[in-house]
């Protein structure tokens, strides 16, 4: 079956140390997004690609870093510059350019101890 | 003025009463529109997508009006199983691939 898989489900880190969130689909999409959402809060675009070998920041990419050397993994991390990492971390792709709607991989839920 | 707004709810309703969401956005040029529904500690699924003509998936339907910039979710014979937040989205223009959330709306079905 085609999808979006993340891993892992949860994640401890503590304070100070960068974690790799890993997100592999395989529908063909093109682009891929990566979205942090908080408790009762909506989602935050951290970077998004477009294509292979290129991303681009989205309104919260301080702290985080990512890559895209294969169409589909486009894994996350999170870096000690992030001062507030602690929540539920969602990857996304779509397939259809600008009109099409995203598929949501299950997220990873990270937690700073 | 917010891109995407939505009612937050929570809307309580009992099994088998018939609810609706609105969801109204700012950018005119958008061309795609989407209704998502998110459980709780979970990811967000692709409910249905927005056409100008209104559709329907069973007991869902999804109306776009133009004119006045909005779009809506009718959910007839209310389940419990409906409870979650629908997320309204609307999709990028002008090339970009960004689409923008709206907060969601929190629906409640209580027996």
């Known amino acids: 079956d085609g999808g979006i898989t993340q891993s892992p489900k949860y994640l401890f880190r503590k304070e100070g140390q960068n974690v790799t969130l890993s997100c592999e689909q395989n529908?063909?999409?093109?682009?891929m997004y990566w979205y942090r959402q908080d408790p009762g809060q909506g989602l935050r675009l951290i970077y998004y690609?477009?294509?292979?070998?290129?991303?681009q920041k989205g309104d919260i990419a301080e702290g985080y870093s990512v890559s895209r050397e294969k169409k589909e993994s486009f894994p996350l991390t999170v870096t000690s510059a992030q001062k507030n990492p602690t929540a539920f971390y969602l990857c996304?792709?779509?397939?259809?350019?600008?009109?099409?709607?995203?598929?949501f991989g299950p997220g990873t839920r990270l937690t700073v101890l | 003025r917010k891109e995407v707004e939505q009612d937050p709810g929570p809307f309580n309703v009992p099994e088998g009463a018939t609810v609706a969401f609105n969801c109204t956005y700012s950018?005119?040029?958008?061309?795609?529109f989407f209704w998502y529904r998110q459980d709780c500690r979970k990811e967000p699924k692709l409910l249905m997508s927005?056409?100008?003509s209104g559709n329907e998936d069973g007991r869902f339907t999804a109306q776009l009006n133009r004119a006045s910039q909005y779009i809506s979710l009718l959910i007839r014979d209310s389940k419990l199983s409906d409870s979650a937040t629908y997320l309204c989205?609307?999709?990028?223009?002008?090339?970009?691939?960004?689409?923008?959330f709206g907060r969601g709306t929190s629906l409640i079905v209580h027996p």
């Open positions: 529908l063909n999409h093109d682009a």
């Open positions: 996304a792709s779509t397939g259809q350019g600008p009109i099409g709607g995203q598929y």
């Open positions: 989205v609307v999709g990028p223009s002008g090339g970009s691939y960004i689409p923008t």
């Open positions: 927005v056409y100008s």
């Open positions: 950018n005119s040029a958008s061309q795609s």
């Open positions: 690609s477009q294509i292979v070998n290129d991303f």
